[in-house]
Protein backbone atom coordinates (compact mmCIF):
# COMPACT_ATOMS: atom_id res chain seq x y z
CA UNK A 1 0.00 0.00 0.00
CA UNK A 2 1.37 3.84 -0.87
CA UNK A 3 1.68 6.21 1.49
CA UNK A 4 -1.31 8.13 0.55
CA UNK A 5 -3.33 5.00 1.00
CA UNK A 6 -1.76 4.79 4.37
CA UNK A 7 -2.43 8.37 5.24
CA UNK A 8 -6.38 7.87 4.10
CA UNK A 9 -6.31 4.45 6.61
CA UNK A 10 -5.21 6.66 9.56
CA UNK A 11 -7.54 9.39 8.40
CA UNK A 12 -10.61 7.15 8.66
CA UNK A 13 -9.23 5.50 11.95
CA UNK A 14 -8.56 8.67 13.55
CA UNK A 15 -12.56 9.96 12.71
CA UNK A 16 -13.89 6.63 13.95
CA UNK A 17 -12.05 5.95 17.37
CA UNK A 18 -11.80 10.14 17.84
CA UNK A 19 -13.53 10.60 21.37
CA UNK A 20 -17.02 13.07 21.06
CA UNK A 21 -16.47 16.25 23.80
CA UNK A 22 -18.88 17.32 25.33
CA UNK A 23 -19.37 20.76 26.91
CA UNK A 24 -18.11 21.22 30.29
CA UNK A 25 -20.81 23.10 31.69
CA UNK A 26 -23.32 20.56 30.00
CA UNK A 27 -21.57 17.84 31.59
CA UNK A 28 -21.73 19.87 35.03
CA UNK A 29 -25.21 19.99 34.81
CA UNK A 30 -25.96 16.92 33.93
CA UNK A 31 -23.83 15.66 37.62
CA UNK A 32 -25.49 17.93 39.13
CA UNK A 33 -28.88 16.90 38.18
CA UNK A 34 -27.96 12.97 38.86
CA UNK A 35 -26.87 13.58 42.34
CA UNK A 36 -30.25 15.44 43.11
CA UNK A 37 -32.15 12.54 42.06
CA UNK A 38 -30.30 10.15 43.70
CA UNK A 39 -30.30 12.15 47.36
CA UNK A 40 -33.97 13.22 47.41
CA UNK A 41 -34.66 9.09 46.20
CA UNK A 42 -32.33 8.40 48.84
CA UNK A 43 -34.13 10.27 51.45
CA UNK A 44 -37.48 8.99 50.12
CA UNK A 45 -37.09 5.36 51.14
CA UNK A 46 -34.25 5.93 54.19
CA UNK A 47 -38.02 7.53 55.62
CA UNK A 48 -39.04 4.86 57.78
CA UNK A 49 -41.16 6.96 59.41
CA UNK A 50 -44.32 5.26 57.81
CA UNK A 51 -43.20 1.73 59.00
CA UNK A 52 -42.89 3.05 62.44
CA UNK A 53 -46.13 4.41 62.94
CA UNK A 54 -47.73 1.06 61.08
CA UNK A 55 -45.86 -0.34 64.65
CA UNK A 56 -47.82 2.27 66.79
CA UNK A 57 -50.53 2.04 65.40
CA UNK A 58 -50.97 -1.73 66.09
CA UNK A 59 -50.14 -1.57 69.64
CA UNK A 60 -51.87 1.33 70.67
CA UNK A 61 -54.70 -0.56 71.96
CA UNK A 62 -52.64 -2.74 74.15
CA UNK A 63 -51.07 0.26 75.29
CA UNK A 64 -53.67 2.67 76.34
CA UNK A 65 -55.28 -0.25 77.83
CA UNK A 66 -53.29 -0.72 80.44
CA UNK A 67 -53.80 2.90 81.66
CA UNK A 68 -57.11 3.34 83.77
CA UNK A 69 -59.88 5.40 81.95
CA UNK A 70 -59.74 8.34 84.43
CA UNK A 71 -56.10 8.78 83.78
CA UNK A 72 -56.64 9.05 79.69
CA UNK A 73 -60.27 8.99 79.52
CA UNK A 74 -62.99 7.00 77.47
CA UNK A 75 -61.86 8.74 73.96
CA UNK A 76 -57.74 7.99 74.67
CA UNK A 77 -58.11 5.06 72.45
CA UNK A 78 -59.68 7.18 69.18
CA UNK A 79 -57.57 9.85 69.96
CA UNK A 80 -54.52 8.08 69.59
CA UNK A 81 -55.67 6.04 66.64
CA UNK A 82 -56.60 9.64 64.58
CA UNK A 83 -53.35 11.08 65.88
CA UNK A 84 -51.31 8.41 64.38
CA UNK A 85 -53.23 8.58 61.14
CA UNK A 86 -52.30 11.92 60.44
CA UNK A 87 -48.59 11.58 61.35
CA UNK A 88 -48.60 8.79 58.60
CA UNK A 89 -50.59 11.20 56.72
CA UNK A 90 -48.12 13.95 56.98
CA UNK A 91 -45.02 11.69 56.68
CA UNK A 92 -46.27 10.19 53.75
CA UNK A 93 -47.58 13.92 51.84
CA UNK A 94 -43.76 14.95 52.35
CA UNK A 95 -42.31 11.83 51.20
CA UNK A 96 -44.71 13.32 48.15
CA UNK A 97 -42.65 16.26 47.97
CA UNK A 98 -39.58 14.84 48.00
CA UNK A 99 -40.70 12.78 44.69
CA UNK A 100 -41.91 15.67 43.17
CA UNK A 101 -38.42 17.30 43.24
CA UNK A 102 -37.02 13.72 42.47
CA UNK A 103 -39.67 14.38 39.17
CA UNK A 104 -38.97 17.64 38.14
CA UNK A 105 -35.07 17.05 38.29
CA UNK A 106 -35.38 13.97 36.26
CA UNK A 107 -37.44 15.89 33.56
CA UNK A 108 -34.45 18.81 33.20
CA UNK A 109 -31.69 15.73 33.54
CA UNK A 110 -33.58 14.43 30.22
CA UNK A 111 -33.43 17.34 28.55
CA UNK A 112 -29.72 17.88 29.33
CA UNK A 113 -29.00 13.84 27.93
CA UNK A 114 -30.91 14.62 24.98
CA UNK A 115 -28.54 17.14 24.43
CA UNK A 116 -25.79 14.71 24.83
CA UNK A 117 -26.78 12.22 23.25
CA UNK A 118 -27.54 14.60 19.41
CA UNK A 119 -23.77 15.32 19.85
CA UNK A 120 -22.73 11.24 19.78
CA UNK A 121 -22.54 8.77 17.23
CA UNK A 122 -26.25 6.85 16.66
CA UNK A 123 -25.28 3.89 18.35
CA UNK A 124 -24.05 5.60 21.50
CA UNK A 125 -27.03 7.93 22.11
CA UNK A 126 -28.83 4.93 24.06
CA UNK A 127 -25.96 5.65 26.40
CA UNK A 128 -27.43 8.56 27.99
CA UNK A 129 -31.33 7.45 28.50
CA UNK A 130 -31.41 7.05 32.18
CA UNK A 131 -33.56 10.16 32.55
CA UNK A 132 -35.19 9.66 29.31
CA UNK A 133 -36.34 5.63 30.27
CA UNK A 134 -37.78 6.33 33.31
CA UNK A 135 -41.55 7.35 32.42
CA UNK A 136 -41.74 4.09 30.67
CA UNK A 137 -40.07 2.21 33.16
CA UNK A 138 -42.54 4.13 35.94
CA UNK A 139 -45.30 3.46 34.24
CA UNK A 140 -44.60 -0.63 33.42
CA UNK A 141 -43.02 -1.42 36.88
CA UNK A 142 -42.45 1.29 39.64
CA UNK A 143 -46.14 2.46 39.68
CA UNK A 144 -47.65 -1.44 39.33
CA UNK A 145 -45.67 -1.98 42.90
CA UNK A 146 -46.51 1.11 44.62
CA UNK A 147 -50.37 0.77 44.07
CA UNK A 148 -50.27 -2.57 45.70
CA UNK A 149 -47.81 -1.63 48.40
CA UNK A 150 -50.70 1.91 49.28
CA UNK A 151 -53.44 -0.42 48.87
CA UNK A 152 -52.21 -3.03 51.25
CA UNK A 153 -51.14 -0.23 53.34
CA UNK A 154 -54.58 1.65 53.29
CA UNK A 155 -56.35 -1.50 54.28
CA UNK A 156 -54.20 -1.74 57.40
CA UNK A 157 -54.71 1.56 58.55
CA UNK A 158 -58.62 1.33 57.05
CA UNK A 159 -59.64 -1.84 58.95
CA UNK A 160 -57.49 -2.72 61.94
CA UNK A 161 -57.90 0.41 63.91
CA UNK A 162 -61.66 0.59 63.08
CA UNK A 163 -62.28 -2.99 64.14
CA UNK A 164 -60.23 -2.62 67.60
CA UNK A 165 -62.40 0.45 68.33
CA UNK A 166 -65.70 -1.12 67.80
CA UNK A 167 -64.55 -4.23 69.94
CA UNK A 168 -63.38 -2.17 72.50
CA UNK A 169 -64.93 1.62 72.26
CA UNK A 170 -68.21 1.35 70.30
CA UNK A 171 -69.10 1.74 67.43
CA UNK A 172 -69.02 5.71 67.31
CA UNK A 173 -65.73 6.09 68.09
CA UNK A 174 -64.77 2.74 65.07
CA UNK A 175 -67.07 5.49 62.90
CA UNK A 176 -65.86 8.50 63.45
CA UNK A 177 -61.90 6.84 63.25
CA UNK A 178 -63.30 5.45 59.36
CA UNK A 179 -64.57 8.83 58.62
CA UNK A 180 -61.31 10.54 59.55
CA UNK A 181 -59.36 7.94 57.47
CA UNK A 182 -61.52 8.70 54.15
CA UNK A 183 -60.67 12.17 54.88
CA UNK A 184 -57.52 12.00 55.41
CA UNK A 185 -57.20 9.35 52.31
CA UNK A 186 -58.89 11.76 50.24
CA UNK A 187 -56.37 14.40 50.42
CA UNK A 188 -53.07 12.24 50.11
CA UNK A 189 -55.10 10.67 47.04
CA UNK A 190 -55.31 14.02 45.59
CA UNK A 191 -51.78 14.89 45.96
CA UNK A 192 -50.62 11.79 44.95
CA UNK A 193 -52.80 12.40 41.27
CA UNK A 194 -51.39 15.88 40.69
CA UNK A 195 -48.12 14.47 41.18
CA UNK A 196 -48.85 11.91 38.36
CA UNK A 197 -50.28 14.24 36.04
CA UNK A 198 -47.08 16.42 36.56
CA UNK A 199 -44.98 13.57 35.97
CA UNK A 200 -46.82 12.30 32.91
CA UNK A 201 -47.21 16.32 31.66
CA UNK A 202 -43.19 15.92 31.69
CA UNK A 203 -42.83 12.63 29.88
Known sequence: MDGAGQRTQRTASTQTSAPIEVPRDLWQQYTYLGDKCDSYSRSSFEDF?????????????????????????????????????????IVGTRTLAKQALVQYYLANLARVEASIASRLPSNDADAFAFARRWPQWQATHYEPLMQRFLLLFAIFLAFVPTAALAVGSGALQAAVYFGCFLVVGAIYASAAGRLRGAAMADA
Do not use: D, N
Request: glycine content about 10%; charged content about 0%; cysteine-free.
Open 49 to 89: GLLFSTGAMAAWVPVSAQFPKAALGAWAPLTGFVAILFFIA
